[in-house]
């Protein structure tokens, strides 16, 4: 059914003026929240039993994502938990432009204050969106701000599995991307033929100038580019993914370039230094070691690329660089059906060594389901990476203030269950239920429905334990590739490995359509030696399909 235009996103007025106090957190504030003026705003939810939360910051987005949490707060959260110690952010473009983006260095201050931290997907307006929107300026993304605020030490990026539901990988696959460095913060300049001298001055004049770089430009258009990798907190970084892996019973591995790239040679010097003197005698006696030769194992890059869409079984961690954690994680969200389906949270730390956590979902605001929604149309939005960022930020806030711990996990494993039981029983969203799927706003109401029942019940939540026949994979006609491929070249692709005739692909087929695919398992002990390969002879196993 279409949606009643009362349920649709309120209008932005920059005159929009204060409400009197909200009865819930999320539903009246959000209608304020896009004013003009306020800094933030403080709701208290006054139900006497409610679960009174411990204070966290909340950072809300734009489009569907945000009208997807507007309702899921109201229906889910708001019902349960006294919120009245959240601190609310409204990071819409048009907030951020009427406040000159002041609401993102409040938003920032709130979360280095406070250490746990939600956030909703933001848009990093466009030139064209400057004019959509009627915008001062194209506001930068609000990332950098962030990261720098909050100390950020490392992105976490994680796949989420639905107990029952086949998705990917098998088991959970961790990331650790470094959240400083690299071509992010990189300085640049479009330049004519001459010369480019890069000189580094210490911070005592006395000592000095290095020279880093000189070289001649000899093109008549060349851009130029600087940046830097710290490696200060590269321990941090290694603390967190350690730990998280042993706990989780994960592989670590390293990833760097760094045959080619000679300066990332300290990255992987400073993890494996943190490996040996805390962890390695850890890992080797939980067994997670067997497969590496018994030591932490290094991977180039090229290698890793291979080994994600190899590994389908899961149960292994990478830790790398900026721009290599951004482009392999890309990779992982692909193979585990979509980034909807990958947590993104980024971890920093304020000056007592407390860690600061910020989570969100990895994709975006989804704006072509928002315009659908606003033309009064069905829409069926996937919240799952939304709502675990949420009950990750929850979760973390009533560890830094655990007086209502039990009661917060109470709930937030209840929702979480709740979530996943829709998706199981064909209650879920269309991407995983396809066409029978429910309607965004059908699913949030289902949930709902079983939430309430589990809470009544007064129990904790048990996790729900799949039998090893019952776990199913959605069929991968639902995604939205697979419009777009070319059903008689697959036919025909087939037949090349079917040599028989029969219609069907043997052991010895499989094994050769693997290995011309560039896809076949390696042994653990050539896994490094092929990535030499590569870098040494420019050697890469790359499909060709004629």
Known sequence: ASLAPAARRPPRSCSAARPRAPRTMLSSLRHAGRGASPRF????????????????????????????????????????????????????????????????????????????????????????????????????????????????????????????????????????????????????????????????????????PTVIDGREVNDDTTAVV?????????????????????????????VTKKTVFKWQEGFWQKMKAVFDAEYKEKFLAAGLLASTGNDLQHLISDAATMQIIRWTGGGFGMACHNYDGDMLTDEVAQVHRSPGFITSNLIGKSADGTLIKEFEASHGTVADLYHAHLRGEETSMNPLGMVVALLGAMEHAATLQPASKAEVFRWTGHCKEAMYAAFREGRGTRDLCGPEGLTTEQFVDTVAADLTSRMASGECASVYVPPAAEEVAPSRKLSAD?????????????????????????????????????????????????????????????????
Not at 502 to 521: H, Q, R
């Open 41 to 208: 705003f403080y709701a208290r939810a006054f139900a006497s039993k409610k679960i009174v939360a411990p204070p966290m910051t909340y950072i809300s987005g734009e489009e569907m994502s945000w009208y997807t949490m507007k309702i899921i707060c109201e229906k889910w959260v708001d019902p349960f938990i006294d919120t009245g110690k959240w601190e609310y952010f409204d990071l819409s473009c048009k907030a951020r432009d009427n406040t000159e983006d002041k609401v993102l260095h409040d938003a920032v201050a709130s979360g280095a204050k406070i250490g746990a931290i939600f956030k909703e997907p933001t848009i990093t307006p466009t030139a064209d969106q400057v004019q959509e929107f009627g915008l001062k300026k194209a506001w930068g993304s609000p990332n950098g701000a962030m990261r720098r605020g909050w100390q950020g030490i490392t992105i976490s990026r994680d796949t989420i599995h639905i107990p029952g539901i086949k998705l990917g990988f098998d088991k959970p696959v961790f990331f650790e991307r470094h959240a400083v460095g690299g071509e992010y913060g990189a300085g640049w300049k479009s330049v004519g033929k001459g010369r480019v001298l890069t000189t580094f001055f210490p911070d005592n004049i006395k000592d000095q």
């Open 226 to 254: 600087v940046y830097d990798n710290p490696l200060d907190n590269v321990g941090d970084l290694a603390h967190i993914f350690f730990t998280r892996c042993l706990e989780a019973g994960i592989v670590p591995y390293v």
């Open 482 to 546: 697979y419009d777009m491929i070319d059903q008689d070249a697959m036919l025909s692709f087939f037949q090349r490995y079917d040599v028989d005739k029969n219609g069907e692909i043997t052991f010895d087929e499989f094994v050769d359509m693997t290995l011309d695919l560039g896809l076949a398992p390696l042994k653990a002990t050539a896994v490094e030696d092929e990535g030499e390969a590569v870098e040494d002879q420019g050697l890469r196993r790359v499909p060709v399909l004629t």
